[in-house]
C-alpha cells in the first residue's frame, strides 16, 4: 500500500501486511473494535458515501480501491493493508479482479 492520503490514518497496531480473515479479526479487536466481514465480487462497486462513526477497515483478501474525498483519490488495499477512516469522510470503492473480503469495526 502507498503512503495514506489525509484524512486517512494508518491503524494503531503497525502489523500492515498481515493477510487473512483471522490475523484482520485480531487486528481489530486489539484496537477496541468489533470485527464485521464483508465480501464483493470482482469489479462490484459503492457509489460515494460518508458515515457518521470512524470506520476501521482492513482488505483481508483480494484487493480493493478506495476513493477518498471530494477529489476522489485513490488507496488501493490489498490483503493486509487497512485504514482508519474518520467520520464524515467521502468515500467510494471498487473491487479489484479477484473479489475482496474486508473486516471493519466502528468507533464513535
Excluded: Q
Excluded at 486517512?8 to 477496541?32: I, K, N, Q, S, Y
Excluded at 470482482?42 to 483481508?60: N, Q, S, V
Amino acid at each position: 500500500m502507498t503512503r495514506l492520503p489525509a484524512p486517512l490514518a494508518e491503524l494503531p497496531d503497525g502489523r500492515t501486511g498481515e493477510a487473512g480473515v483471522a490475523a484482520a479479526e485480531a487486528r481489530l479487536r486489539a484496537a477496541g473494535a468489533e470485527p464485521m466481514a464483508w465480501s464483493n465480487g470482482p469489479g462490484d462497486r459503492y457509489a460515494a458515501h460518508e458515515h457518521g462513526y470512524a470506520k476501521l477497515l482492513i482488505c483481508a483478501v483480494g484487493s480493493i480501491t478506495f476513493h477518498i474525498g471530494p477529489e476522489a483519490t485513490p488507496v488501493e488495499l490489498t490483503a493486509g493493508d487497512g485504514f482508519v477512516l474518520p467520520p464524515g469522510t467521502l468515500h467510494a470503492a471498487v473491487v479489484g479482479s479477484e473479489g475482496c473480503t474486508c473486516l471493519e469495526g466502528h468507533r464513535p
